[in-house]
């Protein structure tokens, strides 16, 4: 079993606030793909078959996703890859 380190005062973050009416949603997405990329050692890499293993059994809004980009949570993948990546994930986890 691995863990993941999230600071106590990560609800209050100027990037969750800036979620408005889907902090809660973002916050929740943002910790599951953390804990996944911990325990599949993507190194913060989010691809986009990987989203059903980040809530099994729930579906994860369009807009959502769109959201932990526009705040800066999640940056897009470049170079043609289907994806994100966990904004300053390695700066934080090992």
């Given amino acids: 079993m691995s863990w993941i380190k999230l600071d106590?005062?990560?609800?209050?973050h100027r990037k969750v606030r800036a979620l408005k009416g889907r902090a809660f949603a973002g916050l929740g997405l943002y910790a599951a793909s953390i804990a996944f990329a911990?325990?599949?050692?993507?190194?913060?890499?989010?691809?986009?078959?990987?989203l059903p293993a980040l809530i099994p059994?729930?579906?994860?809004?369009?807009?959502?996703?769109?959201?932990?980009?526009?705040?800066?949570l999640w940056d897009c993948l470049e170079g043609g890859r289907d994806g994100w990546q966990i904004h300053d994930y390695l700066d934080h986890n090992d």
């Fill in 8 to 12: 106590d005062l990560m609800p209050h």
């Fill in 38 to 50: 911990q325990r599949e050692f993507t190194d913060g890499i989010i691809l986009r078959d990987d």
């Fill in 57 to 72: 059994g729930q579906p994860i809004p369009r807009g959502l996703l769109e959201a932990l980009v526009a705040v800066r």
